[in-house]
């Protein structure tokens, strides 16, 4: 069979896991990237070359009715809440095309892969499969047992809990002990209205956490312990009125740190926009926050061998950012232009 063509991309490199910027030029073929090597060539495209975002907490099923009233956090998203009632109440088709045009935003806006939170059981996962049909996108999903089931559907990468205070303690050990006989994944939703849910989700030992915005100084310490991801999602925290997380004090415990966009209603699933307010209002640390938006969270949902980084081997799952639009020229930091103020319209090119 004839080999597909090589495509050459030159500029800045934003280079393996430690997230270089090296001028050179990174050769893609057959999906995977090829070679990295410096000099000028003549290339395809030329700009500042980077891996493209994972999106390591979202909920794409609430997409057709965005921007609800502000409300506390139990009535728009809690087990009777707003959510709850206008999923009951939209027909199937619109859901759908709610989720497939969140899903194609991600794509344009330069996420690669996602995890999603599945309400709805078997037909939950329907919905999300026929609205990524064709869609050039990697999932984790994470599914819930339907109300007096113990097992988390078979397709489900994972099992996701709202918060350990929404059901009995032995119900979910029991129903963690299955997802794990399953060899599926485990992630809580935790301190997030409060923090009386975090040693409860603790103790079910999960792969990971999910927002954390509530959690004292002892709390982090427990997680560091434990050696327990977190993911954060500030844009989603502020709308709700639940309190930014201290991401600061996570890194300095050791705390491996992903990030998600949450709620399409809420927040649209553009992780651009999550790394600027992440790096300007919580983390002055361009590289700790570009690699929580690739690598870290990568390796949180497991494909951090695939992609997350630009290193020979790995899927060509990478993009180029025009490094002369309005909004970037005169920049002399690529990565910190990229963190703070880059977005979809500096997009030249995704692979």
């Not at 490199?13 to 270089?20: K, L, N, P, S, T």
């Not at 493209?52 to 809440?81: C, E, I, Q, T």
């Not at 500030?234 to 004090?249: A, D, M, Q």
């Not at 232009?337 to 977005?343: M, P, T, Y």
């Amino acid at each position: 069979m004839p080999q597909s063509r090589e495509i050459l991309l030159q500029g800045t490199i934003i280079y393996g896991d430690d997230f270089q910027s090296l001028d050179g030029y990174v050769s893609l073929q057959d999906g995977f990237i090829k070679e990295f090597g410096t000099g000028h060539i003549d290339a395809d495209f030329e700009g500042i070359v980077c891996p493209r975002f994972v999106n390591a907490h979202v909920h794409v099923g609430d997409s057709a009715f965005k921007d609800p009233p502000f409300l506390p956090l139990s009535d728009l998203v809690g087990p009777n809440g707003l959510k709850a009632r206008l999923l009951a109440e939209t027909p199937r088709e619109l859901i759908i095309e709610g989720m497939r045009r969140s899903l194609m935003e991600m794509v344009n806006t330069g996420t690669c892969a996602f995890a999603d939170f599945r309400e709805g059981g078997e037909e939950g996962l329907l919905r999300l499969t026929e609205a990524a049909r064709d869609l050039p996108l990697l999932m984790r999903i994470f599914g819930r047992p339907c109300e007096g089931e113990l097992n988390t559907p078979e397709s489900c990468w994972g099992l996701g809990i709202s918060s350990t205070r929404d059901h009995d303690l032995d119900y979910l050990k029991t129903v963690t002990a299955s997802a794990r006989k399953a060899r599926q994944a485990l992630a809580i939703h935790a301190g997030e209205a409060a923090r009386d849910d975090i040693c409860d989700s603790i103790t079910l030992e999960p792969d990971f956490l999910v927002h954390m915005n509530r959690a004292d100084e002892s709390d982090l310490r427990s997680v560091a312990r434990a050696n327990i991801p977190v993911v954060v999602c500030p844009r989603s925290n502020l709308v709700t009125g639940v309190g930014l997380p201290n991401v600061k004090k996570m890194v300095e415990q050791g705390i491996m740190l992903g990030i998600g966009t949450d709620n399409v209603m809420l927040n649209s699933p553009d992780i651009f926009e999550e790394m600027h307010l992440l790096v300007k209002a919580l983390l002055h640390d361009d590289r700790q926050v570009f690699k929580m938006c690739t690598l870290n969270s990568a390796k949180i949902i497991g494909l951090d061998q695939r992609l997350g980084s630009i290193r020979e081997g790995k899927e060509a799952r990478v993009m180029v950012i025009n490094r002369n639009s309005d909004n970037l020229w005169g920049s002399r930091d690529p990565l910190a232009s990229i963190v703070r103020r880059a977005g979809p319209s500096d997009i030249l090119a995704i692979f």
